[in-house]
Nanobody, 125 residues
Framework: QVQLVESGGGLVQAGGSLRLSCTASGRTFSNYATGWFRQAPGKKREFVAA????????HYAASVKGRFTISRDNAKNPVYLQMNSLNPEDTAVYYC??????????????????WGQGTQVTVPA
């Protein structure tokens, strides 16, 4: 079993930056591909970014490509999501997730078996 905890969310003005962290306990996190998803009020959960277990491959949603960067250093625990040029449309609860079935990372939420509780990111209009 893997327990995931997100941190780093908060309120930031449009154009600002935040860095989210996803920390795991229970098993070796470096063996899992990791993804970030988000859910805004009244909307479905959507894919944001993913990284393979080796960090060799990354995937991004079109809406965040060029602004967000996912990274990991498997010598250390966290997986990071660096978010730059934030805008009000980025307001959501952000979740990290770990997958054992898609080692290269994937955009599909169904491939992730472990989820954190989420961290709120708010960018006022």
């Amino acid at each position: 079993q893997v327990q995931l905890v997100e941190s780093g969310g908060g309120l930031v003005q449009a154009g600002g930056s935040l860095r989210l962290s996803c920390t795991a306990s229970g098993r070796t996190f470096s063996n899992y591909a990791t993804g970030w998803f988000r859910q805004a009020p009244g909307k479905k959960r959507e894919f944001v970014a993913a990284i393979s277990w080796s960090a060799a491959t990354t995937h991004y949603a079109a809406s965040v490509k060029g602004r967000f960067t996912i990274s990991r250093d498997n010598a250390k625990n966290p997986v990071y999501l660096q978010m730059n040029s934030l805008n009000p449309e980025d307001t959501a609860v952000y979740y990290c997730a770990a997958s054992t079935t898609a080692p290269g990372g994937t955009i599909w939420a169904s491939e992730y078996g472990f989820w954190g509780q989420g961290t709120q990111v708010t960018v006022p209009a």
